[in-house]
């Protein structure tokens, strides 16, 4: 593929809010997981909750979209001066030549959880101050989105499950390379709710303690929220870019609903594919920034995939130990994350984990490592086989 430069981008979750507070976290190996304090939920797990969100307020000519997912989302665009990046790049091209590629799990469901406790008592009726289109619908999202930051460019919401925010960025580079676009916002949100929370846990999914991926002890995923964005360019049209889009691979396993293929088929693929968009060998990634959800077999099928492409080589970790498991959200914050590494010469290691499991081969990383980044692959694998693998390099 062509490259595309990431011009700007931002970031918030349980880590704080922008690229310096994430990158501090990062540096001290500091975990945002907290034990579950949220809304009315009685389970015994750990949380990566974005702190203040409840006191955000969203842009009075844009209130009708007022939710949790859509402040995170604002809080988000307001992050990093992520907003007024793309207020120059909207000089520069016109608003309707910038598109909004962004992606979301469970959107603004926790506004319905919410109204559901409000329904009329005789009738059942949801109450008249809901509105499902501006909150929980998922589209409401890319709305919210393109409203705010005054485009009016192709917009669509992908929703795969935990891959979501990371196949935005084929969506946007699929539509660059066909000329509809001059550049593209991507990334996406997924804000904390009842519905994840009770469902991953009547999946026997969640973690009691804080997750500890590829640890030998390893007992679930914790569930987070957070928000990203980045804004692609055509590579010779923006200058002093913070990294570039290399490559994208993707692939669907369909091997079961909720459990990954046990060798990793289509996590390799996915692997494969974006080395080859990117035009890369194996040994040309410096770190890879793993799926690394917790689970006992989420966890040995990704390894077994890593480990059969990149030996024990390549250094790789997984920073859900610190963020929380961000469905939605993990492509583009783990995106962000490797691009943080690619600019601070930093290979995160894995908050939380403890003893790696002996049973897994790939070169897992613990603590920190110092060394050059030039090239980083990002993996995001979703419910029912919905992989994305994504190659970030230097940008100059």
Not at 102 to 131: K, N, Q
Not at 340 to 366: E, F, K, Q, W
């Amino acid at each position: 593929m062509q490259p595309l430069a990431i011009s700007r981008y931002s970031v918030v979750n349980c880590l704080g809010a922008g690229s310096q507070a994430v990158t501090g976290a990062i540096r001290e190996r500091r975990s945002g997981l907290a034990p579950c304090d949220f809304e009315t939920v009685a389970l015994e797990t750990w949380i990566g909750r974005v702190a203040g969100l409840e006191q955000v307020r969203i842009r009075s000519d844009l209130a009708v979209y007022d939710c949790r997912n859509n402040r995170l989302a604002q809080l988000g665009l307001e992050t990093d001066g992520f907003a007024g990046a793309v207020a120059a790049a909207r000089e520069r091209y016109g608003a309707a030549r910038i598109g909004v590629f962004v992606g979301t799990s469970t959107s603004g469901i926790l506004e319905t959880e919410l109204a559901y406790r409000r329904r009329d008592p005789t009738s059942g009726a949801l109450p008249p101050d809901f509105r499902y289109a501006e909150t929980h619908n998922t589209f409401s999202l890319a709305d919210f989105v393109r409203r705010y930051l005054s485009l009016e460019g192709p917009a669509c919401v992908v929703s795969s499950a935990c891959s979501s925010t990371a196949k935005v960025f084929g969506n946007a580079a699929r539509m660059i390379a066909a000329g509809i676009c001059d550049a593209a916002v991507v990334g996406g949100v997924d804000s904390l709710c009842l519905t994840t929370l009770y469902g991953f846990h009547s999946l026997e999914l969640t973690a009691r303690g804080p997750c500890r991926p590829f640890d030998a002890e390893r007992d679930g995923i914790s569930i987070g929220e957070g928000a990203g964005f980045a804004l692609l360019e055509r590579k010779p049209a923006a200058v002093g870019a913070a990294a570039v889009l290399l490559g994208i691979g993707e692939s669907s396993d369909a091997y079961h609903m909720s459990t990954p293929h046990p060798e990793g088929l289509g996590a390799k693929l996915a692997m494969t594919r974006a080395l080859e968009s990117a035009g890369l060998g194996l040994s040309e990634v410096d770190y890879v920034n793993l799926h690394g959800t917790g689970t006992r077999t989420n966890d040995a099928a990704e390894d077994r995939a890593v480990a059969d492409l990149f030996y024990a080589v390549t250094p790789c970790s997984s920073t859900k130990g610190a963020t929380g498991h961000l469905l939605g959200a993990a492509g583009i914050t783990e995106a962000i994350i490797c691009i943080l590494a690619i600019g601070h010469d930093i290979m995160p290691g894995s908050a939380n984990t403890r003893v790696v499991d002996p049973a897994l081969g790939c070169n897992y990383l613990v603590a920190n490592r110092e060394g050059r980044v030039r090239r980083a692959l990002s993996n995001s694998f979703g419910f029912g086989g919905s992989n994305c693998s994504l190659v970030l390099g230097a940008a100059a």
